[in-house]
């Protein structure tokens, strides 16, 4: 007889101790193993975290009954390296154990009653050739600056050590196939795996294709939220196994046990995709660093925008830095960009009803009449981002949530008309007078998408118009059969949101035009001027990617041309852009020169958020000394106040220092729960490192 303690998916941090019975078990039990318990009166899942002889339990009468392991799970033991991962992640981010740990495993995994539908499954899949991508071996020719990364790669890789790189290249710089040639080198090697972070899920599939063709004889694992269970349950085995030699995922996969990782790459490791905003707030790429360090192994972090965090450090010297400043593709270019003033053109009808100028068009026109694509980003998808009325100010208000009901068009797949809600998801017939006064002439205000799609139609009826956007791709395969008609020059115009602005390498669009984003240079998010710098360049890098590119544009529409964020995409200067940035975060005390936490209160009151997160602050200073560690700022409202009809509340929690952050937070903690216990409905969160406020 042994006594284990159990990890469970519960919000309790604590192990819970179970006995185990070897003459029923059959087997001795081992740390990291996923066994099904009874908790209550239910039975679930559990891992293994620690194994006694004795029972560590003060039993205060003879007859107190501990309960026994049940079964134990059909697949091996998650191993040392991924449970110090998980007690790391644990830890930092303020999260019970079991959370963590049972968020990282496929959801059935969870539930012993599918564990021998799970194996049964697993071996006919094994039994059977799976779906294969039809790959065609791709060879590589290299220019003097990627050669000279890869080998500063190779020879890292040989040496066996932890050490973090960024490789920063301007878009299509060949920054994929630098470091697909490095992991086609470490993957030579019998029992090594690398693991590939994406941002989104909509790149896998042409990232999977590309890792394919230049790998032609790596196995290729892919691991998403949009993957059956079926499919994701044999994908962990396989990985867990050591089979999958690449594995390409997003930000979920940073947990996936891995049995032999010998290099993590993080693509686009500036993009806000990779920080979790429910449940545990993590932040993938952090993670995946403490990972690397952890197994001492290399870590890439590839971006053409490198986050402030990551540049800092650069500057620091505490990442080594790799540049690539040419593009790779053999006639590809780098597109003029063109700033056009919008207030000239606000008489324009055209522009007042569709936000973009007569000299947009022609351009749209002259592209399109040589061959060439032409691709229009706005980043607000629906047809108007607000419905209103001019007689009695009435907006289209959600009742659930402190934003605006957004108005999407009827479609061929949307039957009607609909208000809806980004946030909550409520969903509302468009009224056909004004509901507070009657008056039928309530018209919309702001672009979208589908505005953007109406009047191209309306001027161009002879050219080929797709959007792409999440409306437009809810269905599993839609979004890569949008894209492939793309590159197949199905499409002259793409009007689309930031799921064309990644990774995408669209060789025939020509001229790039991006509309109505100046709502981003007078944000109250400090990160705002940096997130939409990204954002640009990552468009712009979309044209001038063909052979025969000499007429590639970028034709941005703005009210500010002046704006300094501007005159860096001209003259492509980041590193002054970057160093403006830094400078202005330095003075104001912002990260990267702070660490920071939020500690959020949801409830359906405001004024109990209030009372219970002052009290919280009381307490902070009481066991904290502010002036040597902690700023604790006064609770206020989420920048969203309410979603869901759920209000929010939150206070920052600052310090240069990031161990006494952590100390600060781990007191907190304890009290968090019993505020929790002071008011059952009001739900209390830590999150750490926040990017939206």
């Keep these: 007889m042994y006594f284990v303690q159990v990890a469970i998916d519960v919000p309790l941090y604590k192990l819970f101790e179970y006995s185990w019975d070897t003459t029923v078990l059959i087997v001795k039990p081992a740390i990291g193993q996923i066994v099904e318990v009874e908790f209550g009166r239910k039975k679930t899942s559990g891992i293994v975290i620690e194994i006694n002889e004795e029972s560590l339990i003060q039993k205060e009468e003879k007859t107190y009954n501990i309960k026994q392991v049940l079964k134990i799970a059909p697949c091996k033991p998650i191993e040392s390296n991924e449970l110090k991962l998980y007690q790391f992640a644990s830890k930092y981010y303020l999260r019970p154990l079991g959370e963590v740990i049972f968020s990282s495993i496929p959801s059935d995994w969870k539930k012993p009653t599918k564990w021998d539908l799970i194996k049964k499954s697993n071996e006919k899949k094994q039994g059977k050739?799976?779906?294969?991508?039809?790959?065609?071996?791709?060879?590589?020719?290299?220019?003097?600056?990627?050669?000279?990364?890869?080998?500063?790669?190779?020879?890292?890789?040989?040496?066996?050590?932890?050490?973090?790189?960024?490789?920063?290249?301007?878009?299509?710089?060949?920054?994929?196939?630098?470091?697909?040639?490095?992991?086609?080198?470490?993957?030579?090697?019998?029992?090594?795996?690398?693991?590939?972070?994406?941002?989104?899920?909509?790149?896998?599939?042409?990232?999977?294709?590309?890792?394919?063709?230049?790998?032609?004889?790596?196995?290729?694992?892919?691991?998403?939220?949009?993957?059956?269970?079926?499919?994701?349950?044999?994908?962990?085995?396989?990985?867990?196994?050591?089979?999958?030699?690449?594995?390409?995922?997003?930000?979920?996969?940073?947990?996936?046990?891995?049995?032999?990782?010998?290099?993590?790459?993080?693509?686009?490791?500036?993009?806000?995709?990779?920080?979790?905003?429910?449940?545990?707030?993590?932040?993938?790429?952090?993670?995946?660093?403490?990972?690397?360090?952890?197994?001492?192994?290399?870590?890439?972090?590839?971006?053409?925008?490198?986050?402030?965090?990551?540049?800092?450090k650069v500057l620091e010297k505490k990442i080594k830095l790799l540049e690539l400043s040419k593009r790779a593709k053999q006639g590809s270019t780098i597109p003029i960009i063109e700033i056009i003033d919008i207030k000239k053109e606000n008489k324009s009808a055209l522009f007042k009803e569709i936000g973009i100028t007569n000299y947009v068009i022609e351009q749209i026109r002259q592209t399109t009449e040589r061959g060439k694509q032409a691709l229009i980003f706005i980043n607000r998808r629906g047809f108007a981002p607000i419905l209103a009325c001019d007689a009695c100010n009435w907006k289209s208000g959600c009742k659930k949530c402190s934003t605006w009901k957004v108005l999407h068009k009827k479609t061929a797949t949307q039957k009607k008309a609909t208000l809806q809600c980004h946030h909550c998801g409520l969903i509302e017939r468009v009224p056909e007078a004004c509901p507070e006064c009657g008056n039928q002439d309530i018209k919309t205000l702001g672009l979208g998408t589908q505005k953007i799609e109406e009047g191209i139609e309306k001027i161009f009826n002879n050219l080929r118009i797709l959007r792409i956007d999440t409306d437009a791709t809810r269905k599993k395969g839609e979004a890569e059969e949008l894209f492939q008609k793309v590159h197949r020059n199905e499409v002259d115009v793409i009007i689309g949101t930031q799921m064309l602005s990644k990774g995408h390498d669209f060789s025939n669009v020509e001229t790039v035009i991006v509309i109505d984003i100046d709502k981003s240079l007078y944000s109250a998010?400090?990160?705002?001027?940096?997130?939409?710098?990204?954002?640009?360049?990552?468009?712009?890098?979309?044209?001038?990617?063909?052979?025969?590119?000499?007429?590639?544009?970028?034709?941005?529409?703005?009210?500010?041309?002046?704006?300094?964020?501007?005159?860096?995409?001209?003259?492509?200067?980041?590193?002054?852009?970057?160093?403006?940035?830094?400078?202005?975060?330095?003075?104001?005390?912002?990260?990267?020169?702070?660490?920071?936490?939020?500690?959020?209160?949801?409830?359906?009151?405001?004024?109990?958020n209030g009372e219970a997160l002052l009290e919280l602050k009381k307490y902070l200073e009481e066991v904290v000394n502010p002036s040597e560690s902690c700023l604790i700022y006064d609770p206020i409202p989420r920048g969203i106040q309410r979603v869901g009809g759920i209000e929010r509340t939150q206070i920052l929690i600052e310090s240069t220092n990031r161990t006494k952050l952590q100390k600060s937070l781990e007191k907190g903690l304890d009290y968090n729960e019993y505020l929790k216990t002071k008011n059952k409905s009001m739900r209390i969160i830590i999150e750490r490192d926040p990017i939206t406020f």
């Excluded at 640009?536 to 890098?541: D, H, I, K, S, T």
């Excluded at 544009?553 to 500010?560: N, S, V, Y």
Aim: charged fraction near 25%; proline fraction near 3%; aromatic fraction near 6%.
């Design 129 to 312: 050739n799976q779906k294969a991508v039809n790959s065609t071996k791709q060879i590589l020719s290299f220019n003097e600056e990627q050669l000279k990364a890869i080998n500063v790669l190779n020879e890292i890789s040989q040496v066996q050590s932890y050490e973090i790189l960024l490789l920063k290249g301007i878009t299509g710089s060949g920054k994929t196939a630098v470091y697909l040639e490095w992991i086609k080198k470490i993957t030579e090697g019998e029992n090594k795996q690398c693991l590939i972070l994406v941002p989104e899920i909509n790149l896998t599939p042409q990232l999977e294709q590309t890792v394919k063709n230049i790998c032609i004889d790596r196995e290729v694992v892919i691991l998403h939220s949009n993957l059956t269970p079926s499919e994701r349950n044999h994908a962990w085995l396989k990985i867990q196994a050591g089979e999958g030699q690449i594995i390409v995922g997003t930000r979920l996969s940073v947990f996936t046990p891995i049995k032999n990782l010998s290099a993590i790459v993080i693509d686009e490791e500036h993009d806000n995709s990779y920080k979790q905003q429910d449940g545990m707030r993590y932040s993938a790429r952090d993670v995946a660093v403490w990972r690397a360090a952890n197994l001492k192994i290399p870590v890439l972090l590839c971006s053409a925008t490198p986050s402030l965090e990551t540049w800092q």
């Design 525 to 608: 998010d400090f990160r705002a001027t940096e997130k939409m710098f990204a954002q640009l360049v990552q468009v712009a890098g979309r044209g001038g990617r063909g052979k025969d590119s000499s007429n590639s544009k970028i034709i941005i529409q703005t009210e500010f041309p002046e704006h300094e964020i501007f005159s860096a995409l001209k003259n492509e200067d980041i590193k002054l852009f970057y160093k403006q940035l830094l400078q202005e975060r330095s003075t104001a005390h912002l990260p990267p020169f702070v660490y920071q936490a939020l500690i959020l209160a949801e409830s359906k009151s405001q004024e109990k």
